[in-house]
């Protein structure tokens, strides 16, 4: 068992990995937005890798937390329907990407982690 499994439940995992994320996130705005500067390319590079580590830890948790939430004879449901639903809001990620200030995209990643990682607060485990 890693070390970090051993001391952090499954929602607590996922909390860290969205906690990682939003200041990953909100330094990345600070940068594009001129409040701060980097000292050059591998201070970008730290910064998001450890963005790219925060999601991955999210990612991965999802899967490992699912069975947590639901219970066995709803788990491939609640895979189909999570990705349904996943698939029919990255439609509108080109969209986004598109936009003239890139400051707009990354403050609607920092809103959607944030409402994210408040739900994954108020997750319930099933008994």
């Known amino acids: 068992m890693p070390p970090l499994a051993a ?9 860290l990995g969205y906690l990682i994320t ?21 201070g970008y590079s730290i910064v998001f890798l450890l963005f790219k580590s925060g999601v991955s830890m999210v990612f991965i948790s999802l899967f490992v937390i699912h069975q947590d939430l639901f219970h066995t004879k709803y788990l491939a449901s609640s895979y189909g329907v999570c990705n349904i639903f996943s698939r029919m809001v990255i439609l509108a990620a080109p969209m986004v990407a598109e936009i003239k200030n890139q400051n707009i995209p990354v403050g609607l990643m920092i809103g959607l982690n944030a409402i994210a990682m408040f739900a994954a607060y108020k997750l319930r485990m099933h008994q």
């Open 22 to 42: 939003l200041v990953t996130l909100v330094l990345m705005l600070m940068v594009e937005a001129g409040y701060l500067e980097w000292t050059g390319e591998i």
């Open 7 to 15: 001391k952090l439940n499954n929602r607590r995992t996922m909390l």
